[in-house]
Structures are given as C-alpha cells and as structure tokens.
C-alpha cells in the first residue's frame, strides 16, 4: 500500500543548530513530493515541492529537500534553526493515480530552543 | 492571484446538531476541492474531494457529507453532529500541479 511515514513526531533543535526532518513514502512509481508547515490554528502552507528535475529542491525561509529516490525519502532541511522556524511540519505526496490525491504524513512539531 | 477562505473560523455545536462549514476559492476556475480533518498526532485525513461541480467522492465513511453547488463553492455537512466529529477542519484546492492550497482551517467543538 502506498503511505507516508514521517520519523519522529516531535523535534527538538537548539537555535542556530541544523534542522533535519525526515519523510519516507512507499512506491514503486516516484511521486510528487511536498512539504507543508503550519503555525497554529492556521492552514498549511507550501514550503517546497518536488515533481521532476532536480533533486535538490528549494523552498521557503531558508528549507530545502532532496528527493533521493534509492532510498524512496524526502527529508527536510534548514542549515540554522530560527525561533519563527517552530511549527508543525507535514511531508504529503501524490501519487500516480487517477485523481488529484495527496496524503499526509501525521506531522512533526519543531521545537525551537533558545 | 488566487484566495480560498472558508468560515466560521470556530464552531461550538451540541451533539445532534446540524453541521455546515464554507469554503469558496476566487481567481481560478474548475479547481480540484478538498476537505480534510486534521486531529492531534494523527496527521490530515481527507474527507472529501471534487473535481467538478455535483462531482464529489468519499474518502472514508462517515457522519459528515459534502457538496459543491457552484465551480468554487464547496460545502461539508452533517445532519446531526457526534462527539468524534470535533476537529480542525481544511478546505483546500489544486490545480492538476497537485500542490494543494489551504483555508484557514475551522475548529469545531462537538459538547
């Protein structure tokens, strides 16, 4: 079955420190790719996306993510966590199919401290 | 540029109550429409979609249904509320890049 699974529902990094999120999918086919944030009791916001071309994709405030399709992941980085940078954030993918389908990974809350 | 807003931003119902939430999406036209729940630790589940008008599929049974009366007018519904509906609900809408576009969510309290 295809799914998305985030390690770790909660992180903790110092600021200033590296910020790693890690989202792994299962599917034969490479999907499309998205990261998402969200700040409390907001919506999600796009943070970054991968559909073909380079691997290594740019995003927002400073995030990137490199699809490596060997070890079917999409993890999430930052180089130098900010305290703005807490929030929950949701790895999603849609997969080949017939519909505009995206699932969820359940998320990972960012702790940011000072 | 392209805007979705649904409403109201906080609900507090009683069990058995009727349940409607909004969701209207401006600057584009035949948007694929969504609604999620989102609960705590459990990620966004998707509740319903829509690729066109009267167009509306069920992800998973439930107590809640969902119409879209017009292009970019989408409605979740329910004729009587349960406790197990509390939640954060999202409206969201894509075009066929697949990336979604979020409302800013309601938060229903079922009592």
């Known amino acids: 079955a295809q799914s998305v699974t985030q390690l770790g529902s909660h992180v903790s990094v110092s600021e200033g420190a590296l910020v790693l999120l890690r989202c792994n999918y299962s599917?034969?086919?490479?999907?499309?790719l998205f990261w998402y944030v969200q700040y409390p009791n907001q919506g999600l916001q796009l943070l970054l996306k991968?559909?073909?071309?380079?691997?290594l994709v740019k995003g927002i405030n400073g995030f990137e993510a490199e699809f490596k399709k060997s070890e079917t992941s999409f993890h999430l980085t930052k180089p130098s966590a900010h305290m703005s940078d807490a929030a929950e954030y949701f790895c999603?993918?849609?997969?080949?199919?017939?519909?505009?389908?995206?699932?969820f990974g359940i998320g990972t809350k960012l702790q940011v401290i000072p | 540029s392209q805007t979705i807003h649904q409403w109201p931003a906080t609900l507090v119902q009683p069990v058995g109550s009727p349940l409607s939430l909004e969701c209207t999406v401006e600057g584009t036209s035949n948007p694929n429409l969504y609604w999620y729940r989102q609960a705590a630790g459990r990620g966004l589940q998707l509740l319903f979609y829509?690729?066109?008008?009267?167009?509306i599929s069920s992800e998973v049974p439930q107590n809640l249904s969902a119409s879209r009366p017009q292009d970019r007018q989408f409605i979740l519904s329910s004729k009587k509320l349960l406790l197990s509906d509390s939640g954060f609900y999202l409206c969201a809408w894509s075009q066929n890049t697949g990336e979604l576009f979020f409302g800013e969510g309601s938060r229903l309290t079922v009592l």
């Open positions: 999603a993918v849609r997969f080949s199919g017939g519909y505009q389908k995206v699932t």
């Open positions: 991968y559909t073909t071309g380079a691997t």
């Open positions: 599917s034969s086919v490479p999907p499309y």
């Open positions: 829509s690729v066109g008008i009267g167009q």
